[in-house]
């Protein structure tokens, strides 16, 4: 089977950086790990990154640029962030141009554009404060309105890339005190400033991403030229809030890479380590753990996915669904980790041995995704807030072509996507999800398939128990959104965030079966088969509640043997299994194979 | 920002209302959200006053407009942080929309031939809205 187009560029990556268990490579577990031991910067991955040229893929193609869709950005920074998050991390903060892109003006852009292409100059996001994390309207750095420009005052903290950057996206209070208009937004060049107007803090010791820059900056006076000012003034809150949906959607991307390789590294242990005269994947528990790993990311690889192509399709609707992303990934994956530590036994808790001790690793670093770019509190709460609009709107929502439409581009991997458009980001959805209010017509879709010749007869028996499982399980949040007792959540309520939890779950039900159902002639012979549908559904009801596994045994052992083939041929742990760096051994093994079928 | 509604609608609540009848509903909404009694309102005090954050606001935006069954600007609350203020952006805004003149603003193709046709019939908040719209 073909790549599809959007995955070409990272599979090329894939084979420039090579595999990451040959020591030789930069990329490499082993260097990863000792820059983590040693708490150094990766600037050797950061200098590679630049050399492959990486960095022309956050500048739009209308700059210059190699960006063509958010799908393919995912799969690159993917990438990267299974061989070493803290590189992925420290790399992509240029995706802080987003707030460029998606509000400077045409010299800001240009100007971001010639950055990004042709220095090395990177970029933080200076939002958080000691004293003010999420709550952004308390802070305190301050810039005030000077004849040449602007004045700031004030410190940023804790910052990744704070000292190690060229550019700073600085969020400071040019208004009244909790003013949702008070802040203002400022694309700041270190060149323009005077060295002794502005302080690096030190770096801070961490927990994971021990590699990074994590450090802070204070300004005294310092004196910033006009041309700085992103947006208009007041306009800082709204625009951070708008360039939030497009990271914190990426972010999915960066939990997949860490999976991947807990996963893969997992069951390298498990095919290898012989005990009780077989091996750790003989024993069925295992084998059944290490399956269901794989179940959980496919799940996140369809929300990932749905999302990022989403963002160029119903970008209106981001603030529910860069929630849902951001919130239900990171949160599925750190725990799909946790339990696959119980696989690997003593050599998770160890930072050497078994590949360099890299699954310690990426469970430390993994653990940060949850956390920045607003935490996984901060997205439930911003989506519990709109769940009685989404209700209202999905109660209200008849058919729909145009939103038929919208789901036919975003789900079918083989249409190509439209440009994205930032100024279509909106703080609020008014109650639309495409995903959800297109729920029920997919169950349709479903009962409309021929049992037997579409789909093996038992399978699509087990997909509309599930599926119509679902559905109750939607009508029932709905009710209890809507009644009385909903309407009368304070919005701080804890029931709301239990709420906006069990919505996630749904729509990653929801996603998963349209994904399927979009795909099932495109992709391959597993995924059509739907085996793994039934496996992802049964495991997204049981976070609503615990559920009796009703599904046949082979499911999960095909699961298990899916899982292993991909791992034995060095694809991506995915719905679209896309080619990763070949190991030597398997290079001399692919040969061997031609030769013989010659 | 002028006061306007964003898409069309055909069937707005609200035309009519007296200032002081979207200011008591506006008030009720309020203190239902913030768990406070209506009579604490003071309509010309800033909302963040009360406890009513960014993301709160928005939201409330969004409750207005299931009210009146109109689409607003999101952030209407933020550039309008009083009941009085947001008010007499809505009685405004809906005065200037009789059915036909509600329009999406960045779609300046939007604009029905018919509506240029009668520039004269229009008032004056009709005008500067249209304005608003085709000088960007
Ligand atoms: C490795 C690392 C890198 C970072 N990089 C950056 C960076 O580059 N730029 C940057 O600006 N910041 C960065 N941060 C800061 C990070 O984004 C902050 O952690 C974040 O702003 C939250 O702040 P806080 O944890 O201090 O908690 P606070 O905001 O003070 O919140 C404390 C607790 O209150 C609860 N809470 C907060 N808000 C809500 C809510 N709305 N609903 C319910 N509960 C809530 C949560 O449980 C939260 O943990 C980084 C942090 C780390 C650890």
């Known amino acids: ?437 297109g729920f029920a017509s997919a169950l349709e879709h479903l009962h409309g398939l021929d049992s037997g010749t579409e789909v093996d007869g038992v399978v699509l028996g087990h997909l509309l128990r599930l599926t119509d499982e679902a559905m109750q399980a939607l009508l029932a949040l709905d009710a209890l959104l809507d009644g009385p007792q909903g309407r009368a959540l304070n919005p701080q309520s804890s029931q709301l965030f239990t709420y906006a939890k069990q919505y996630c779950v749904l729509h990653g039900a929801a996603t998963c079966l349209h994904m399927w159902l979009y795909n099932r002639a495109r992709l391959d012979g597993y995924f059509a088969a739907g085996e793994w549908l039934a496996l992802a559904l049964q495991r997204l009801l049981g976070q609503l509640r615990p559920q009796p596994d009703t599904l046949p045994n082979a499911y999960h052992e095909h699961a298990a043997e899916r899982l292993k083939h991909l791992h034995d041929h060095q694809k991506l742990f995915s719905i679209v299994p896309l080619q990763l760096a070949p190991s030597h051994s398997n290079e001399e093994e692919k040969h061997h194979d031609r030769a013989n079928t010659r | 920002m002028t006061a306007q509604i964003l898409a069309k609608q055909t069937d707005p609540h609200g035309v009519g209302l007296a200032q002081h009848e979207i200011e008591s509903r506006l008030t009720d909404m309020l203190a239902e959200t913030l768990r406070i009694a209506p009579a604490e309102i003071d309509v010309s005090r800033p909302l963040p006053h009360y406890g009513l954050d960014s993301i709160d606001a928005v939201t409330l935006a969004g409750d207005l407009e299931d009210w009146l069954n109109v689409e607003l600007p999101s952030t209407l609350l933020w550039d309008y942080p009083t009941v009085e203020g947001i008010a007499s952006y809505l009685g405004e805004a809906l005065r200037a929309q009789p059915a036909q003149t509600a329009h999406a603003p960045q779609d300046s193709q939007g604009i029905d031939d018919d509506l240029l046709d009668h520039l004269d019939d229009l008032e004056p908040g009709q005008i500067d809205a249209l304005l608003d719209e085709l000088i960007p």
């Not at chain 1, 560029?9 to 000792?34: C, H, V, W």
């Not at chain 1, 002794?196 to 770096?203: C, S, V």
């Not at chain 1, 609707?317 to 530590?341: D, G, H, I, M, N």
Request: aromatic share 8%; glycine share 8%.
């Open chain 1, 1 to 437: 089977m073909q790549t599809l187009k959007q995955y070409r560029a990272a599979e090329a990556l894939e084979r420039q950086l090579g595999d990451p268990l040959n020591d030789a490579n930069t990329l490499s577990f082993k260097n990863a790990m000792s820059w983590d031991e040693a708490e150094a910067f990766p600037q050797p991955a950061v200098d590679l990154l630049y050399r492959l040229g990486v960095n022309h893929h956050y500048v739009p193609a209308s700059y210059g640029g190699r960006f063509t869709s958010y799908e393919e950005f995912q799969s690159l920074a993917r990438s990267v962030a299974r061989r070493d998050l803290a590189t992925a991390v420290t790399f992509s903060t240029l995706v802080w141009s987003t707030l460029v892109w998606v509000g400077g003006d045409e010299q800001q852009k240009r100007r971001m554009a010639k950055t990004l292409r042709w220095t090395k100059e990177a970029l933080c996001l200076a939002y958080s404060e000691e004293h003010h994390g999420a709550d952004l309207i308390a802070n305190e750095c301050r810039a005030e309105k000077t004849a040449q420009g602007w004045r700031l005052n004030g410190e940023k903290w804790p910052i990744n890339r704070a000292t190690r950057s060229g550019g700073m996206a600085v969020l400071a209070k040019t208004g009244r005190e909790r003013d949702s208009r008070s802040l203002s937004l400022f694309m700041v060049d270190k060149l323009d400033l005077d060295p002794a107007a502005y302080t690096n803090l030190p770096r801070v010791k961490t927990y994971g991403l021990r590699g990074c820059d994590i450090s802070g900056v204070r300004f005294d006076n310092c004196q910033i030229p006009e041309r700085s000012l992103i947006g208009d003034v007041g306009q800082g809150l709204e625009l951070a809030l708008r360039a939030f949906q497009v990271t914190r959607t990426l972010c999915a991307g960066l939990s997949l890479g860490v999976a991947d390789t807990a996963l893969r590294s997992t069951l390298d242990f498990a095919l290898n380590r012989k005990l009780y005269g077989g091996t750790v994947f003989d024993i069925p528990n295992a084998r059944r753990m290490l399956g269901e790993a794989f179940i959980d990311i496919l799940i996140c690889d369809c929300m990932a996915t749905a999302a990022v192509r989403g963002l160029h399709v119903s970008t209106e609707q981001f603030s529910v669904w860069s929630a849902v992303a951001k919130y239900f990934v990171p949160a599925t994956l750190e725990r799909t980790v946790q339990e696959l530590s119980v696989v690997l036994g003593a050599r998770h808790f160890m930072r050497e041995r078994h590949q360099h001790g890299i699954f310690q690793k990426m469970l430390r670093d993994g653990a940060v995704v949850g956390l920045f770019d607003g935490s996984s509190q901060v997205n439930l709460h911003a989506l519990g807030l709109q769940l009685r609009h989404t209700t209202k709107a999905r109660r209200n929502a008849g058919p729909d072509t145009a939103r038929d439409e919208r789901l036919a581009t975003i789900f079918d991997l083989g249409r190509v996507l439209p440009s994205f458009d930032g100024r279509r980001l909106d703080l609020f959805s008014r109650g639309r999800d495409d995903v959800m209010q």
